[in-house]
């Protein structure tokens, strides 16, 4: 335990350092806001100044933790009549959003000549919530780890694109209207960091209600999963009942924690037993917990990744990326 904080710390300080320059910066230029600074401080420093791996644990605990814990602690101000205001056309839009996502990724994965697997992994990390998703489909359709590291880098470079451009479009089309924008954000971006980076944007209104769709598409994986593990992902493979269940036992699919953490706030705030003082307390803790975990999203975005990854499969990124922006724009329009 000692020397696992030792090593966060040097990218864990960094962060904070980049996170507080950022807020200064917006400070002064408020339309911008210090979250966008953070975001491009880290993009920046990470791939020049902070280019080392000495800083890649404490990026690494700033942006899951750290987001995870401002997760958690965004529940408290959260009442389940904020959730409900989704409806049930929001739960539509996620299911189809999800569906047409998932079917669209396998089908160009194969006609831009790449495996079934790894086509698999991107249409579970595309459609779901990215790496988190790719880690609980790979043992099911046995996916090897190089695959699994190219889904992951890819995933994780288109997301970052969008969370840059889906703001402008929204803008755009919607004047960064509540609902749409939230949709498009929530329903569109990959990772949880992405979603509240690009939300980071617009509002916090935004930040909120993008979580919410965000967090629908999250427990959904376990049905995804439980789909995936029934497809044939080898020639002559044995898809009996016996072969499925052996499958299902390789992976363990489950909500992750923090998203139980932030119902269980929710639910004692939406019972009226949080005090106006603490959901104060919690919303700053929380979102200083955000810039700092967006600081290290930056950070960890680095160039040399793209160009590892080669052209064909980035293209295939972006044509998913767009596909998604997409579907989302035409679901908006008639559901929402």
Known sequence: MKEKIIDIIPGFLICVVIALLGKVLGSFVPSIGGASFAIILGIILGNTIFNKSKYSKGSQFSEKDLLAYSIILMGSTISFIEIKSLGFRGVLFISIQMMFTILFTYFMGKKLGFSKKYSLLMASGNAVCGSSAIAAVAPTINADSKDKAISVTIINLTGTILMFLIPIITMAIYKNSLIETSAMIGGTLQSVGQVIASAKFINEDVVTLATIFKIIRIIFLIIVVIAFSRIKVETNEDMSEKRIVERKKKTKVSIPWYIIGFFI???????????????????????????????????RVKFEDLKKEGLKAMIYGLIVGSFQMILALTLIKFLL
């Open 265 to 299: 706030l929710c639910i004692i705030n939406s019972l009226g037993f949080v005090p106006d003082s603490i959901q104060k307390l919690f919303k700053l803790i929380s979102s200083n917990f955000e810039i700092i975990a967006l600081a290290a999203i930056g950070m």
